[in-house]
């Protein structure tokens, strides 16, 4: 959505789509506007609760069945397992997607890893395509005012031209873009708790035949799935600039962290995004 910053400042529902890096700051900042009157949708959370909730459950069974006590109380429906996913605790979420490598690690064999991560994209699509009902609802339904969606990192994988349209329909999409320090910092975060990852098939293919050939792997069971994380990462942050960058220049606008930093309020948020409208203008 192109807007002049008068347009903006007078649109009486604001809807935002951020886009960015995990950790960039999105979902704090969608936090403290939650709190203050705007609706927080979230894509993980829609992800998590909605496209994927069954398939999480089954992987949580499936543990749970490793263990004779709970697979008996699980037989006999003595138990019941119940996803607990806030917006604030997605882990359920994460520990679906898993990584990849030695099972004994607890990583995934590539079959089982690549039908995860198409189920996931699937689910993220779908949860972007839900934005303009959830719109409504928000206004509808909630009384809220403005709605923020807090997309998660790897939207601008998608490659599905449609989702990007229906965000850019009916929201003003925001880039978050780390500065050079908190690129660095990301990715020391990255190494330090490396956390699943969704890559588009062909990137991982691609970085898993480069990854194998200077291990003189074999096996993908030969695979660290913390230390193929920590490979990972820088590569998959810097594929993913140039696909977050050619959204924005298409359909949105474009903020820093740094910026990102000094916003306190939702008024201060109102008005870097009409700095960030100006610019682009000029």
């Known amino acids: 959505m192109k807007l002049t910053a008068e347009d903006f400042r007078n649109w009486e529902h604001k809807s935002i789509t951020l886009l960015g890096m995990s950790g960039v700051g999105k979902t704090r900042l969608a936090m403290m506007l939650r709190h203050n009157g705007w609706f927080h949708y979230s894509g993980d959370y829609r992800i998590g609760t909605r496209y994927l909730d069954e398939p999480i459950l089954d992987n949580i069974k499936s543990k749970a069945m490793e263990i004779p006590f709970l697979r008996d109380l699980l037989r006999t429906d003595s138990i019941y397992i119940l996803n607990n996913i806030t917006v604030d605790n997605l882990a359920p979420v994460s520990s679906f997607l898993g990584k990849l490598g030695n099972p004994e690690k607890g990583g995934q064999a590539l079959r089982e890893f690549k039908r995860r ?3 996931h994209h699937q689910a993220e699509i779908a949860a972007m395509r839900d934005v303009p009902e959830f719109i409504r609802k928000a206004q509808q339904i909630y009384g809220y005012k403005h709605f923020i969606n807090d997309a998660g ?4 994988e998608l490659d599905d031209p ?20 908190d690129e660095k910092e990301l990715i020391r975060r990255a190494e330090r708790e490396p956390k699943p990852l969704y890559y588009r098939e062909a990137f991982l293919d691609q970085q898993l035949a480069e990854y194998m050939a200077q291990g003189q792997l074999a096996y993908i069971a030969q695979i660290d799935p913390d ?9 998959l942050f810097y594929s993913r600039i140039p696909r977050y960058e050619a959204i924005a220049g298409q359909y949105g606008y474009s903020i820093t962290t740094d910026e990102l930093w000094q916003v306190k309020s ?11 409208i100006k610019r682009k203008g000029s």
């Open 153 to 156: 990192g790897s939207v601008c």
């Open 117 to 119: 991560q198409a189920l």
């Open 227 to 235: 230390q193929f994380v920590r490979w990972m990462f820088p590569r």
């Open 162 to 181: 449609a989702t990007t349209k229906v965000l850019a329909d009916h929201t003003l999409i925001l880039y978050i873009k780390a500065t050079d320090k």
């Open 266 to 276: 939702p008024a201060d948020f109102i008005t870097l995004v009409e700095q960030a």
